[in-house]
């Protein structure tokens, strides 16, 4: 079976996007290292533009639309990251954008969608479908519908990250054993993973997602896609989604080593470590990798370790709380 993305499509997103994403950087902390006995090099998607990730797979969606599509503009439906990216390529591309946003949503994202001068439209997230919204929006004006990972110019736009990591780790003259992404739908980890995988074939490569949204571990389990039902909400806002994608699933199925589960506490923990220690703001998502790391959930003794810390979006107010040891 062909997958949906290849490293060529990987390769052309890294080309659209030179000059205009941020070649992140890759840290080391011997802090770090130290308490798990390996080698972790960090990469920090916090210091991407838009604070996330998220940006790459957006620009490289929207910049391949044609003149007409652009006079129409886009729509797109998010809790803030990938809202975000959406907002600030299309202003990039001289294109409106809307954007479906749940009212719920962390208000440093939703003022950041607005800033970026996208069109915010609030829903309901427990009486609304806002996938009906953005479709009823796009077939009122036209719009192209931007999925948050299910589309393969988004999958291969997340892949430069894995690209990057990839490059940057030889620099250094290593070779990755190990590489953990937080995981959602889908999109971020499937394209590190055609990358890496390319690349450094040994890797062995881990989605973290959290718990009560393990929908990837139970996916990966039962070797089809599952839906899921959450027992409710986690602090992982971006993290939430009930299912693998369509398109992302085969390709997580033929690469990942594996899939871990991180709890509310753990997650809170890791934003406290990466805070104090690291001297990062990481939002909860972001830092679900790490979680699984500090919490010991994939061996690393004596690895060297690619981690991606995916965002850096978090609200003043519960990233205070978090850091009082209030969550």
Sequence with gaps: MSLAVTLADVEAAAD????????????????????????????????QRVGAFKFRGAYNRLVQ???????????AFSSGNHAQGVALAA????????????????????????????????????TESREAIAAEIAAERGAIV??????????????TVGLELASQAEAR??????????????????????????????????GVEPAGFDDLGQSLAAGRRITIKPPGRSLCDALESPFPG????????????????????EVAEAMRYAFATLKLVVEPGGAAGLAALLAGHVPTAGRTVGLVLSGGNVDPELFARVIRGEL
Excluded: C
């Design 16 to 47: 659209r996007l030179a000059g205009v994403a941020v070649e992140t950087p890759l840290l080391e902390s011997p802090a770090l290292n130290d308490q798990l006995g390996a080698r972790v090099l960090i990469k920090a998607e916090t210091l």
């Design 246 to 265: 369509e398109l992302t699933f085969p390709i997580l199925q033929r690469h990942l080593a594996g899939a871990a589960a991180v709890s509310d506490a």
């Design 173 to 206: 003259g290593v070779r990755l054993d190990l590489a953990l992404a937080p995981v959602s739908g889908g999109g971020l980890l499937a394209g590190l993973s055609v990358a890496l995988k390319a690349h450094t074939p040994a890797t062995q490569i881990w």
């Design 146 to 159: 931007v999925p948050a990972f299910d589309d393969p110019h988004i999958i291969a736009g997340q892949g």
């Design 65 to 75: 639309l044609s003149p007409e599509e652009r006079r129409r503009g886009v729509v």
């Design 91 to 126: 202003r990039l591309l001289d294109m409106p954008a809307v954007i479906v946003m749940p009212s719920d949503a962390p208000a440093v994202k939703v003022e950041a969608t607005r800033g970026y001068g996208a069109e915010v439209r609030s829903y309901d997230r427990l």
